[in-house]
């Protein structure tokens, strides 16, 4: 068995990250509390035109989270009771329970096998007259392939609502995720790629008409003070927040690309190594790295973590249990069996340590604890 360092290797720290910009963002943070402007203001205005300038959109509007994001799409096309929209059963809850929230009812298709994004193939055999949107997660920062989504979402008049809380940064064909869709929405919680030191979120498009409902509605539905035109929440991203991200959107092309060399390297020395199976990009997507998410064989993943803890390696497991099959959704009627692809991919998938200052040692630590667990 390969002997650990000194110290394990973490599957994500954000500490080193804030170390390297700490002079920076405390005095970022320090001008924020001096100013009293704790809510709104121009730190949260700019932030939102540098991040829709970073994202190719016209529009950009900071909310409190990513789910809120979601929410706030969904609400902004009017997307509720009677609706259908369609996503993947192999993503975070907050992608699914936005759509129960406005009252319209979660389609999953399942996945495919080797992006873990969704089967477009499948999405356009769950079109029904009642699907009014559906909602590609560019899963573990890698986009989906959003050519052939926007060709069946216009064939049948779908909104597209990106989410792209995993993967900030990343491209499709050229272009930002985030201005491919509809609209796209971004989760700046601390361990995304451009993560906050609390949450945030943020909602882009390129339609002017949309983004001004969306100020509205996370604004308790008030376009003036008092007066209320629609039922909104309150969902609004803090000053300080936005001072943090704005700086930290200055490095993030660098970290990502830190990710990448982190994400190559693995791929150097993993991608033959017999029992499991290594990622893989799109031809046409640029991905980001938010997980490095091997599959795992033969019933091997729990031990295989278990043996990789006992030397030091720290991993993840992103997700245990597919979405159409937990006890909230048993009310949709989904069998065991239905979406094979993700129910077995919860059962072999495996989130090695990923993040931008992730040392060549520690690197090498992961790669070579693997092998030898794998025996």
Partial sequence: MVQSLNHSVPAFDIKQ????????????VLEVLASGRYIGGPLVAGFEQQLAAYT??????????????????????????????????FTFIATAEVISAVGAKPVFVDIDATTFNLDLEQVATAITPKTKAVIPVHLF???VDMTALLSIAQAHNLVVIE??????GANWAGQKVGSIGHIGCFS?????????????????????????????????????????????????????QAAILQIKLRYLDIWNNQRQRVATRYHQFLNQVSGITTPQELPGGMGVWNQYTIRVQ??????????????????????PHPLHLQPVYENLGYKEGQLPVAEQACQEVLSLPMFPELS???QDMVIYSLKDCLG
């Fill in 17 to 28: 990250q804030y170390n390297s910009i700490e002079a920076e963002v405390s005095a970022a």
């Fill in 56 to 89: 190719g959109v016209t529009e950009c509007v900071a909310c409190n989270s990513g789910t809120d994001a979601l929410f706030l799409a969904l609400r902004a096309f009017d997307i509720g009771a009677g609706d259908e929209v369609i996503t993947t059963p």
């Fill in 141 to 143: 920062g890698q986009p």
């Fill in 163 to 168: 989410d792209c809380a995993q993967s900030t």
């Fill in 188 to 240: 700046f919680y601390p361990t995304k790629n451009l993560g906050a030191c609390g949450d945030g979120g943020a909602i882009t498009t390129n339609n002017p008409e949309i983004a001004a409902k969306l100020r509205v509605l996370k604004e308790h539905g008030q376009k003036n003070r008092y007066h209320y035109e629609e039922m909104g929440i309150n969902s609004r991203l803090d000053a300080i």
């Fill in 298 to 319: 033969d019933h091997k993943r729990d031990s295989i973590r278990t043996l990789l803890q006992e030397c030091g390696v720290n991993t993840m497991i992103y997700y």
């Fill in 360 to 362: 060549e040692e520690q």
